[in-house]
């Protein structure tokens, strides 16, 4: 599956809740709201996991959190995602950023390679934004030279 970046810079196509990942494995709803719940402290019932991702324009969308202020927001403004705001990093994103290093400093245990694979990697957004915003950069460089 080729990457899909949301809003906020999660990968729905890494996700294990994102509507063609459920379809393909429909088992792992128990697992993703386990590990939600280890990780990020909350926990959905496994039957109301399954997202269409944010970037869907569906009439009837179906979002896991239908409470998001980036959406919205993003959409309003005009962008793709948060990296080309000019206000990045904002209080509703803020809200949404996810590291690696942050999740560890939460649960303050060793995370198994495999578990980091499927309940942190695909919300790690915040090195993935970073990239974005500067890829402008990069190519304002190269040129230059």
């Known amino acids: 599956m080729k990457p899909i970046l949301t809003r906020c810079g999660y990968r729905c196509d890494l996700c294990l809740a994102y509507r063609p990942n459920i379809e393909k ?63 990045y990093i904002c209080d509703k994103l803020e809200q949404r950023l996810v590291t690696y290093e942050g999740v560890l400093e939460q649960v303050a245990v060793e995370i198994p390679a495999d578990e980091r694979e499927c309940f942190i990697r695909p919300y790690e957004n915040k090195e993935r934004l970073d990239a974005l915003r500067c890829q402008p950069c990069r190519s304002t460089k190269v040129e230059e030279r």
């Not at 719940?37 to 996991?49: C, N």
């Not at 997202?51 to 959190?65: K, S, T």
């Open 25 to 87: 494995r429909p088992e792992n709803r128990q697992k993703l709201s386990d590990g939600w719940h280890r990780y990020f402290g909350f926990r959905l019932p496994p039957a109301e996991i399954c997202c269409d991702g944010c970037m869907a324009e569906a009439e009837h969308l179906h979002l896991i959190d239908q409470g998001c202020p980036v959406r919205p927001c993003v959409i309003k403004r005009g962008l793709d995602n948060c990296s080309q705001c000019e206000q």
